[in-house]
C-alpha cells in the first residue's frame, strides 16, 4: 500500500500548533526523550512548524547538542521566531523538507513530527537518509488510527481526516526500502499517535 500526500497545512491555523490539546501532547520534552533523544545530539526537526517539539528538543540535547530548524512557510516560521528566539545551539533553514540543503551526513536524528503524511514519503526518507550519518536515527512521530482518536470540543476528531493519514504498516514498508531498521515503536492515546525510531542501515542509500 502506497501512501498519496493530500495537502500542506495551512500556514493560517499555525498557532493551534502550540495548543497541546490540539497536538494531545502535555510534555513533548517527556516524549522525545522517550523516543530517544539524548543530551549532546545534533537534530534536525524536520517541518518544525512553529516550534512546538523544536523547545523540547533543544532542552534534550543541551548546551552541548544542536538542533536545526526546517521548516518552508513564511507565515509559520514567524511564529516559530516569536516563540522559540535565537538560541546558540539552534539554526533555522527556511526550505523544503524534500530538499534541506543540508550537510550530507553530518546529523545523528532527522525528528519528523506530524509532518511526513503531508509530503512525499519516499523522496523524505531519501533526504532523511541523506543528512544523517551512518548508523543515524531517524525519529517519526505520526497520527494513527482515526477511529480511536477523542473529539474536539467542536466534535470533530483531533488530527487529520482518515484518509490523509499514514499508517504504521505502511509507514513500515516505506522503511524497509529506504534501508532502516525499526529499534522502537511506541503509541499514544491507544493508537491515536504512534512513533518509530529507526537506525539508518550500513548500506542504505538512494531510493531506486
Same mark, same amino acid.
Given at each position: ?16 500548533l ?8 502535555d510534555n ?8 530517544? +533523544?539524548e #543530551? /549532546?545530539? *545534533?537534530?534536525?526537526? @524536520?517541518?518544525? !512548524? ?25 507565515q ?55 543528512? +544523517?550519518? #551512518? /548508523?543515524? *536515527?531517524?525519529?517519526? @512521530?505520526?497520527? !494513527?488510527?482515526?477511529a ?61
Amino acid at each position: 500500500m502506497r501512501h498519496l500526500p493530500k495537502h500542506r497545512f495551512d500556514p493560517a491555523k499555525a498557532h493551534k500548533l502550540l495548543d497541546p490539546r490540539w497536538r494531545l501532547i502535555d510534555n513533548p520534552l517527556e516524549l522525545v526523550r522517550t523516543m530517544g +533523544i539524548e #543530551e /549532546g545530539m *545534533r537534530v534536525v526537526d @524536520l517541518g518544525c !512548524g512553529p516550534g512546538f517539539f523544536t523547545r523540547a528538543l533543544l532542552e534534550a540535547v543541551g548546551s552541548t547538542g544542536r538542533v536545526a530548524a526546517v521548516e518552508l512557510q513564511d507565515q509559520v516560521l514567524e511564529i516559530f521566531r516569536d516563540q522559540i528566539g535565537n538560541r546558540p545551539n539552534l539554526e533555522i533553514h527556511q526550505t523544503d523538507i524534500l530538499a534541506t540543503g543540508l550537510g550530507m551526513g553530518q546529523w545523528d536524528v532527522a525528528f519528523v513530527a506530524f509532518t511526513l503524511h503531508e509530503v512525499d514519503v519516499k523522496a523524505a526518507l531519501e533526504e532523511a537518509n541523506r543528512i +544523517i550519518g #551512518e /548508523g543515524g *536515527r531517524l525519529m517519526v @512521530l505520526e497520527w !494513527g488510527d482515526h477511529a480511536v482518536c477523542p473529539q474536539r470540543d467542536d466534535g470533530q476528531t483531533v488530527g487529520p481526516p482518515a484518509d490523509h493519514r499514514l499508517l504504521d504498516a505502511v509507514l513500515a514498508g516505506y522503511l524497509s526500502e529506504a534501508g532502516f531498521i525499526t529499534e522502537s515503536t511506541g503509541q499514544n492515546w491507544g493508537g491515536c499517535q504512534y512513533w518509530v525510531r529507526a537506525v539508518r542501515g550500513m548500506k542504505s542509500g538512494r531510493l531506486g
